[in-house]
């Protein structure tokens, strides 16, 4: 990887793509099937939760009738078909290009599958932006975490000098596991009342970015 003054982990879901529309309209057509409530943007945000397990138990699932495993790979097919057409955040290119071309090294760490990660991000015309792109193993979203300290770890990364980007209080949580600095986006998968309780700088769009880095 290229030397760089600072380097920016950034997450994918929710920060970079825009993606809680498909998101919704997958677990909300898995919902009606089972004739339980479905969510609104604003309730969706409220209750996304990782692990994400506990989150499908929040909206209605009970899996002493239903196999998670199974569950989570309906989710993942339905999420799959329409991520085609699922755009990035209208800002997002204009914000890697900005920070590249300020001398930052960008890299994605994201619990998506590492090869539909990769697929994703090259379908989009970004890969350029990015010196490692690192997805889990498997679609369950476990294993981010261990896969943020081999980053760091392989990559002689300074923790102190590196941002890691995210939409989520667990983007928060993985942050200081990794001894990051971190700034959460609150257009993402929860809501920015619930982000200022990481305790970190909470932005509303990614735009704000170049501002909050020019301080």
């Known amino acids: 990887m290229k030397p760089a003054k600072n380097t920016i982990i ?9 993606d809680v529309g498909i998101c919704l309209q997958s677990i909300n057509s898995m919902l009606k099937e089972r004739k339980i409530d ?3 943007r604003h309730k969706y945000k409220r209750v996304f ?3 994400v397990i506990d989150y499908y138990r929040k909206v209605g699932f009970d899996f002493n009738q239903e196999n998670w495993e199974k569950v989570a ?8 078909a ?9 800002d997002a290119e204009e914000t890697l290009s900005y920070f590249s071309n300020q001398g930052y090294r960008q890299v ?3 619990a998506m599958e590492h090869n539909a990660l990769t697929t ?6 970004i890969g350029k932006y990015f010196d490692k792109i690192v997805g889990i193993d498997n679609h369950y979203a476990a294993g981010k975490s261990g896969n943020g300290h081999t980053l760091i770890n392989e990559h002689s990364m ?8 995210g939409d989520t209080l667990h983007d928060a949580d993985i942050a200081r596991e990794l001894g990051c600095q971190c700034l959460l986006i609150a257009n993402g998968h929860q809501s920015g009342q619930r982000l200022v309780k990481a305790g970190v700088p909470v932005l509303q769009s990614l735009t704000e970015l170049k501002l909050y880095f020019k301080i």
């Open 10 to 18: 950034w997450d994918w879901n929710g920060t970079l793509l825009d």
């Open 108 to 110: 994605i760490l994201s």
């Open 158 to 165: 300074s923790a102190s000098k590196t941002w890691f980007i």
């Open 82 to 90: 329409k991520l085609p057409c699922c755009p990035l955040f209208k």
């Open 49 to 51: 939760t990782f692990p």
């Open 38 to 40: 479905e969510l609104s």
């Open 120 to 125: 994703s991000v090259n379908a989009r015309g």
């Open 73 to 80: 790979m309906e989710f993942m097919d339905r999420y799959f």
